[in-house]
């Protein structure tokens, strides 16, 4: 079983040259945006600009894109769908609006999956203990549960296999799937507190939660270049924003 979240990339990349901190400040930009506008160019042109990132965070094939957007295309669709089907419109304003709303869920999270895949979770924990301060303990206590992620993956399949090796199978019983669902999920629940209690203990013994000021071997230093993407970033909104204005499909969703 595989997770469509992969931590960090497998090698060098474009995007991952850029600050973890500038990527996350262009994201918020991006948010900011987006959360107010609430017409179809806007999120559309965004989309755009991000989908042309793809390359530079190391998604070159249609498969490993499909493979970590899959859940944020589901989701995208049903916010469509909902939207379509139970919202005030009707007729083609109605699939309008759904459209509109499934870009701006995917405009929304896009950024996200490109960070995760252009930057390596170490570096991240160091950017934010750095240059904004986030508090060692919660920064690299987040680091250590995302290395754990992986790990959960590999603990299901392996629950899986162990019950059927004894025998324990559904078949074609929705219920009794459901049941062993139910209780596989209890299983590596149980586990993975275990395992976090196990790794805050040993955090606490490494002086994580000693109060006292830690320094950083590796360091984050911010460059020209994480000024110009996050410039860049706030040009490619104000266009898109404009390009809505004239085009006459402006409708902010706070006015």
Known sequence: MSLPLALGPARPVPLSVINPVAQL???AILTAVLLVSGDLV????????????????????????????????????????VNVAFGSLT????????????LRVIALALPGILLVAATDPVRLADALTVHWRVPTRF??????????????????????????ARGVDAGGNPVAQLRLF???????????????????TAMDARGFDSGIPRTNARGSSLHPRDTWFVVG???VCAAAVTLSVLTGAWNPVLG
Do not use: K, M
């Open 25 to 27: 400040t262009a994201i």
């Open 42 to 81: 806007t999120p559309g042109v965004v989309l755009a600009a991000e989908l042309a990132l793809l390359p530079a965070a190391g998604l070159t094939s249609p498969a490993e894109v499909l493979r970590r957007t899959w859940p944020l295309l589901a989701s995208a669709a049903g916010v469509a769908w």
């Open 91 to 102: 007729g083609t304003d109605a699939w309008l609006s759904g459209l509109t709303w499934g």
């Open 139 to 164: 920064a690299y206590g987040a680091l250590a549960a995302l290395r754990l992620v992986p790990l959960l993956a590999t603990e299901w399949e392996t629950i899986r296999l162990a019950r059927r």
């Open 182 to 200: 139910a209780g596989t999920a209890f299983a590596l629940l149980v586990g993975a507190v275990r395992r976090g209690t196990r790794l805050a």
């Open 233 to 235: 970033t706030a040009a």
